[in-house]
Each structure stands twice: as C-alpha cells, then as structure tokens.
C-alpha cells in the first residue's frame, strides 16, 4: 500500500536552530503540498509543487521558511531560524494532477521550538 | 477566495446511532470537489469521502454519505451504525478546478466526534 513518508516524526528544537523536514511523496505523484497545523489556525497551506515546480508559496513565512524539490522522491521544508510560534504539526500530502484525485497525507512532522 | 466552516467543533453520538456532520462553504466557481477527511489521534489523515459539484447524486462509501446541497453550498456528512473507531477530527474541504489555484485544498476547521458506548 503506497504511502507518503516524513521524517522525522517529532522534532523538538531550540529557537534559533535549522529545521529540515523531509517527504517521500508516493511514486507517480506529480503534486507535492505542504500543510502546517495549530490548533489556533487549523490546516494551512505553506506551498505546493507540481512536477517538482513551485507553483505558490504564498503561506510561507519567505524571510525564514523554504521549500524545495530536489527530484521528484524528496520534498524538503526547511526553517532557518526557527521561532517558538514554528510549533506545529507540519504535513506532507502528493496527489496526481486530476482534480478528484484526492491528495495523500503523510503522518506528519510534529515540531516543537523551545 | 474559497473558504469552508464548520460550524459545530464539538460533536458526540452513541454506538450504533446516526450523526450528521456540517459543513458550508463559500465559491463562486461551478465546478469543484468536496471532501471529508477524517483525523484519529494517530494524527493520520484518512480520506473518507469525495463530491464533484456537477455530480447530483451524493456520494457514499459503506456507512458514510454526503448530502451535497449545491445551491445551498452545503455538504454534510453522515456516519450511520456509529462506531467507537470512528472517534476522530472530521475536516471539511474544498478543492478548486480552477488551474489559476492549481488544484490546493483549503480545508474548514474541523469538528471533533466523541463516540459513547
């Protein structure tokens, strides 16, 4: 059964420190999302790649937070440097381009910044 | 810009009863998807359902159904013959055909079901 995979599953850090979050999107996928998740501001969306292109980043905090595809079996969001309010749960999600396609969530990367 | 609510953050329901889940939102597009996903406290998103607006037969997966109210913006969900495996964060969501938005989710905030016994 073909799964997304992040890494690592928890990550606690101290403020200041890099951050690098990994995905695996299930092969074949050719969009990539990344969510992020508060209990305050529910799921939002930080960016999302098709065919490994960037194609809205606009939820991302750009002075600290990048995301990037390096090939189409590794997504990568990185925070550089990490804040307190970074505390989230931070998910990975690939889907095919067809609209009902629905997209695959990964178990998530629960990030806590001391 | 879409946007999708939830209106109830808290929902419970006994064993083996039926519970209704709501969920409006908000487009001026005529054609999109809707979906439940379902949340258990291993934090894994699951897919439970999926609606194409232009389809008027709501959708249903074994105990799950929707009903899509599309003039009304409105699709809610139905769990029949609750289950205590079925305690979880339901989301809402909404997808854009639209390939300006390129196909993102935005998703509603949420309601949390308790099953009792």
């Known amino acids: 059964d073909a799964r997304v995979t992040q890494t690592p599953r928890h990550k606690v850090t101290e403020m200041g420190q890099e951050v690098t979050m990994r995905c695996q999107p299930i092969?074949?996928?050719?969009?990539v999302f990344w969510y992020r998740q508060t209990m305050m501001q529910g799921l939002e969306l930080l960016a999302y790649?098709?065919?490994?292109?960037?194609?809205?980043d606009s939820g991302m905090p750009k002075d600290r937070f990048s995301a990037e595809m390096p090939d189409a079996t590794l997504a990568t969001l990185k925070i550089q440097p990490s804040e307190p309010r970074d505390s989230a749960v931070y998910f990975c999600?690939?889907?095919?381009?067809?609209?009902?396609?629905?997209?695959?969530f990964g178990n998530g990367t629960r990030l806590t910044v001391t | 810009a879409q946007t999708v609510t939830q209106s109830q953050p808290e929902m419970s329901v006994q064993e083996a009863e039926t519970v209704t889940l709501s969920c409006t939102y908000d487009?001026?597009?005529?054609?999109?998807?809707l979906f439940w996903y379902k949340q258990p406290p291993s934090r894994q998103m699951i897919l439970v359902i999926r609606?194409?607006?232009?389809?008027?037969q709501n959708a249903t997966e074994n105990r799950f159904s929707v009903n899509f109210q599309k003039a009304a913006k409105s699709f809610s969900l139905k769990i029949s013959d609750s289950q205590l495996g079925d305690a979880a964060m339901y989301f809402c969501a909404y997808r854009s055909v639209n390939t300006g938005t390129a196909s993102k989710l935005t998703f509603g905030t949420g309601t949390r079901l308790q099953v009792t016994l």
């Open positions: 487009t001026s597009e005529s054609d999109y998807y």
């Open positions: 092969l074949g996928h050719n969009t």
């Open positions: 999600a690939s889907g095919l381009q067809n609209y009902n396609s629905p997209l695959h």
């Open positions: 790649f098709r065919n490994r292109a960037p194609l809205d």
């Open positions: 609606q194409e607006a232009y389809k008027q």
